[in-house]
């Protein structure tokens, strides 16, 4: 049994789009990042970090806790994954290979700086954003969103629409949740055409937008819910 704590509009998105993907039936617990819920002894229990999202798979073996958004996504692939090319799991070494090295480059080289300008862009009230720290993250992310273009553009020539094969993979879903935050930069988009195309297509995709309808109707049943934007995936 996957329980997954966190919710829709947080990194949690990671794991919750990589179980819909896989078809993985599993128990969602929208814990959100704001207002105690990540500081109760029970959440500090499972990461005492205090963060989401928290995946919890109850296996024969024995309980295994998994902490950190793509270490979530990445062991849902690997070890519920059928891994014969068939779902988004990696089939081989080299597709694994892929999926590690890009989702962390996504910490690494891009993650920052997209947040700044999702916060920055549309995430923050008008009055809290700073047209200086988002022009220096836009500036910053011409680095690396090359790099991802270029190689979508080489993956492109050899009728591969993704990143690391010719199917969505968690290497796509891992990177394009943290690319989708520099969607609200239309200069960004426009100078990296690859980059946008890939991004609107990965969240075209069905699982995606199952959960955000259902992130969409829940929210419609509670509208005290609070789900910030400003970390959306």
Known sequence: ????????????????????ELGLSYTH???????????????LA???NGHIPVLVDERPEGRVVVWESMACALYLARHHGR???SDIAPA???????????AFWAMTELETDALAVLMHRIGLPPQRRDAGRLAVAEQRLRGPLGV?????????EHGCAYLAAERFTIADLCVACVANWTRPSHELMHAFPHV?????????????QTLKAADKAAAAASPERTAPSSVAG
């Open 196 to 208: 946008h195309a890939w991004v609107q297509r990965c969240h075209a995709r069905p699982a995606y």
């Open 29 to 43: 617990v929208p814990t959100p990042y704001q207002g105690g819920a990540t500081r109760t002894p029970e959440f």
């Open 1 to 20: 049994m996957l329980t997954i704590y966190g919710i829709f509009a947080s990194r949690a998105v990671r794991p919750l789009w990589a179980a819909q």
């Open 46 to 48: 499972l990461n005492p």
């Open 92 to 102: 081989n070494p080299a597709e694994d290979a892929e999926a590690l090295r890009w």
């Open 83 to 85: 891994g014969d090319g």
């Open 148 to 156: 991802l273009d270029a190689h979508l553009a080489r993956q492109a």
